[in-house]
């Protein structure tokens, strides 16, 4: 079974910068594509990032594209987020999420393992 534990969350005044990690554990993380979603109240689940199994291929959502970046250290079984330029509309609760396959994936659906979620609050 597939454990994910996310820290780094906190509040930050816009246009500060935050870097949350996801620990993995319970099988080969290199095996797993993963991904950052957020989510605020009343809004539907939002890809963030994705990153493929060895770090070659990356994602992001349009809309983040050039604020942050996703990474992942195969020898740490971590995988983490850069979150630069923060806008108060940045705030969320952030999830990482591992998909089994050497893939890499928008859709939330796919994802078989979850987090509890680290929250982020960036104010104005």
């Known amino acids: 079974q597939v454990q994910l534990v996310e820290s780094g969350g906190g509040l930050v005044q816009a246009g500060g910068s935050l870097r949350l990690s996801c620990a993995f554990s319970g099988r080969s993380f290199s095996d797993y594509g993963m991904g950052w979603f957020r989510r605020t109240p009343g809004k539907e689940r939002e890809f963030v990032a994705a990153?493929?199994?060895?770090?070659?291929?990356?994602d992001y959502a349009d809309s983040l594209k050039g604020r942050f970046t996703i990474s992942r250290d195969n020898a740490k079984n971590t995988v983490t987020l850069q979150m630069n330029s923060l806008k108060p509309e940045d705030t969320a609760l952030y999830y990482c999420a591992a998909v089994h396959g050497h893939t890499i994936m928008r859709a939330w659906r796919p994802y078989e393992y979850w987090g509890q979620g680290t929250q982020v609050t960036v104010s104005s």
């Open positions: 990153i493929n199994w060895n770090g070659g291929s990356t």
